[in-house]
């Protein structure tokens, strides 16, 4: 519901170029991809072994979009992590089956801790974690190309985020690249072309592989952009951790009994995105704000951008079989799963979507708050994505909240409209007496 599908050339093993089409083909063909051409992990480093036929460069395999789910389908175990504050284990059930704690509480103290993590190590660098040097095969050049692959999906699927991001530091953009390009990658697992096979056992190994990532010993050309991102921004694996969380339960769960449980889900998939990307885009020196309240922030822009993709895609998600509805709230506007799959646009349904739409908003101002608190280079990309993202809200009212066969998106004459007044938000500077956030 959230992503399109998207493809990179792969590099076969009789270096003819190919459309990667998933593991299963993998698995038929009964070796790697990497066969010919392949990483060794040894002692932490990587060794390149082989060149591609007819070419003196060494060359990465670019591998397909949607996670090289080939491979991370393929041998290994999950790794096991000491984490000792996973959304996943904070969850506590009463012997009749309630959460003795809301989502929103359990959430919320992973933002504590995230924020607590950074503001230890940016306090002094000899607090800094040392992270193990990332050793690229062949020469700094591979690690450069990696950015730039990254940086080309982003352009091609977040077009006005991309053009945002030219605005920050070359350090700060190709690391908020890499993110995305992971982010993008482990949504495909379960919304991309090979979706229907993916088990379980599958995101253990690709768990796996992101514990690799964080060791310094990547598996591929973005792995290692992702790699060295981490090793250079105090960015924390739990966020990471919690994003697969959220794509097992895409595997098991197509129903949402009231929105404590819809917040923990938004949390898992996208309010996360914040998390990882608040150390890369950094705080303004002159904000007042606090640490905390600043990742509250960029949680709460994360949730709502996740309800506006829910709510936008009511019609899709139903056609797979999917209510990402409260269902008490449902119940109470006198609607059923029935009404969704039969696409009735109703009196009921619109005053149901109305509440919806008040809700999402209500985080996107929330979030907007936060934004003004980030280092100015940061401000516009993000803040262009929010106000962009919030108009698709006024698209669904502007459908009559048709939902079902209207998909609501914004046009380009608007888009264009928005970014010169983002572009002007963003050069309003945080108070630098007292900050709308500092008690948040």
């Not at 995305?180 to 990658?185: E, G, P, S």
């Not at 960015?235 to 951790?241: G, T």
């Not at 990402?324 to 009921?348: C, H, K, W």
Request: proline share 4%; charged share 25%.
């Amino acid at each position: 519901m959230s992503m399109s599908v998207t493809l990179f050339w792969v590099v076969s093993p009789n270096s003819e170029v190919s459309n990667g089409t998933g593991f299963l083909d993998s698995l038929r063909e009964g070796h790697r991809v990497f066969e010919s051409s392949k990483f060794l992990a040894r002692d932490r480093n990587l060794m390149w072994n082989g060149r591609i036929k007819k070419s003196r460069r060494q060359r990465w395999n670019f591998g397909s979009l949607h996670a090289d789910s080939r491979y991370a389908c393929l041998g290994g175990s999950r790794t096991k992590n000491g984490s000792t504050f996973s959304v996943k284990s904070s969850l506590v059930a009463s012997p009749a089956g309630e959460m003795t704690v809301s989502s929103e509480k359990k959430v919320y103290d992973v933002v504590l801790k995230q924020a607590a993590l950074v503001k230890r190590q940016l306090r002094s660098t000899d607090e800094l974690q040392v992270k193990p040097d990332i050793v690229v095969p062949g020469n700094l050049g591979l690690l450069s190309e990696a950015y730039d692959r990254c940086g080309e999906v982003c352009a091609e699927y977040a077009k006005t985020f991309y053009l945002g991001t030219k605005l920050m530091t070359p350090e700060r953009r190709r690391a908020i690249w890499a993110i995305y390009v992971w982010c993008r990658r482990t949504d495909e697992l379960v919304d991309g072309p090979n979706a229907s096979h993916i088990t379980p056992q599958a995101l253990d190994r690709w768990e796996a592989r992101l514990e690799d990532i964080f060791s310094g010993r990547p598996f591929d050309m973005l792995d290692a952009a992702l790699s060295d991102t981490v090793s250079r921004f105090p960015v924390d694996i739990q966020p990471f951790r919690d994003m697969i969380e959220g794509m097992r339960m895409d595997l098991w769960k197509s129903r949402y009994n009231n929105f404590d449980e819809l917040y923990l889900y938004c949390y898992y998939v996208a309010g996360t995105v914040g998390l990882m990307s608040v150390p890369v885009m950094g705080i303004a020196p002159e904000s007042k704000a606090t640490t905390e309240s600043v990742y509250n922030a960029a949680l709460a822009l994360g949730l709502a951008n996740q309800l506006t993709n829910i709510l936008r895609d009511v019609g899709e998600d139903a056609r797979r079989g999917r209510v990402y509805l409260p269902q008490d709230e449902l119940a109470q506007a006198g609607l059923s799963d029935e009404d969704i799959f039969a696409g009735r646009v109703t009196d009921r349904w619109r005053n149901f979507m109305k509440k919806q739409i008040q809700r999402a908003r209500k985080f996107f101002d929330k979030s907007e708050k936060g934004v003004t608190e980030l280092d100015s280079a940061s401000r516009w990309p993000v803040l262009a994505a929010l106000l962009l993202y919030r108009k698709i809200l006024d698209e669904i009212e502007a459908n009559d909240y048709n939902n079902f066969t209207r998909r609501a998106y914004v046009s380009k004459p608007k888009k264009l409209l928005t970014l010169p007044i983002a572009y002007a938000k963003s050069l309003v500077p945080p108070n630098r007496t007292s900050s709308p956030l500092a008690n948040t």
